[in-house]
């Protein structure tokens, strides 16, 4: 059996009181919104230029330096997030503008991305909802219901290589070029899916203009894909936890999802600094206009929220192996726990 408990959300036992409680952290400061955009569009492009640089000493070590740059486009991507949210500045049109152009960086169009996460937000936890913005997960009884190509379909999605390997590369580098899930709904997705490529199409035209193939292949791929991991990482790891919150209609409420359904990734503090706070999750999904670098003024004010939904590194590589949803025990379980507990569902 496989155990990634998180610590239990303490009082206020109604997740909707915490709104009130939050709100007064929801303004954004400029001047420290602006020093978060230096700190990491400036050392994204200063490693960028010396990983081209590196190109005429050693492409492994052009390599090394690309990977490591990956961690600060995970940075771009949350400023990218915040702005979605409206929370990165106090003006609506900085949040859009900076939006764009961080979409640009993370391959990501932003008026895409930005509906399709609206949505997460709005049907984290419903099990009558799922689909855009998530990561497919089906109850026991879905999964057995399955002919033996769907289960075994179902399987090799959950498979750690695709989910952390060949999905986040394709996510980012192909399905992002076309407003999947946003066809006849409208030009807007078409727009800003299109101006994004077409940005990309310039920049990326401009570095081989001038550097040929390799800035190409070993500069802007092994950062790209690096991020996308991570940011795939962590995504899951924010929700696919053993005790995390499902419900069915008429039970599921919003904020209950929000703070059942969302981990405290706890991570050291470089790492948490790398990712923008986006561990403090289960704060994020009850008031997401709180700017990621005031997040952690509630932990510190609030131990209640300091202390719930705690999960550690060590516990999080256990939730790779939770693939199913137990309606009847409420928690995620693994294929052969499910398979022991039930019969022989397997592909």
Known sequence: MIHTKVSPAPEPSHARAWVQILAKYREPRL????????ATLGPFIALWALAWWALSVSWLL?????????????????????????????NRQMNEWVGRICGVLTVTPYYVWHRAHSIHHSHSGNLNKRGLGEIATLTVEEYRQRSWLGRLRYRAYRHPLVLFGLGPAYV????????????????????????????????????????????????????????ATLGVWLFYVQHQF?????????????????????????????????TANIGIHHVHHLYSRIPFYRLTEVL????????????????????????LWDQSQRRLLSFREARRTYGPIAA
């Open 31 to 38: 001047a420290r919104s602006l020093f978060e955009m230096a």
């Open 62 to 90: 052009a390599i090394v330096i690309s990977a490591a740059n990956g961690l600060f486009l995970v940075r771009v991507f949350t400023i990218q997030h915040d702005c979605g949210h409206g929370a990165f500045f106090p």
């Open 172 to 227: 980012f580098l192909v399905e992002n070029r076309v407003p999947l899930g946003f066809i006849g709904k409208g030009p807007r997705y078409w727009v800003s899916a299109m101006g994004t490529n077409i940005s990309m199409a310039a920049a990326l035209g401009a570095i081989f203009w001038f550097g040929g193939w390799q800035p190409l292949v070993l500069v802007f791929l092994p950062t790209t894909l690096i991020a």
């Open 242 to 274: 053993e005790e995390t919150h499902w419900e069915e209609e008429p039970e599921w409420q919003v904020h209950d999802a929000a703070l059942h359904g969302s981990s405290h990734y706890v991570l050291p503090p470089v790492l948490q600094w790398m």
């Open 300 to 323: 510190r004010d609030h131990k209640e929220l300091a202390d719930a939904q705690r999960l550690t590194i060590r516990e999080s590589f256990k939730c790779v192996g939770l693939q």
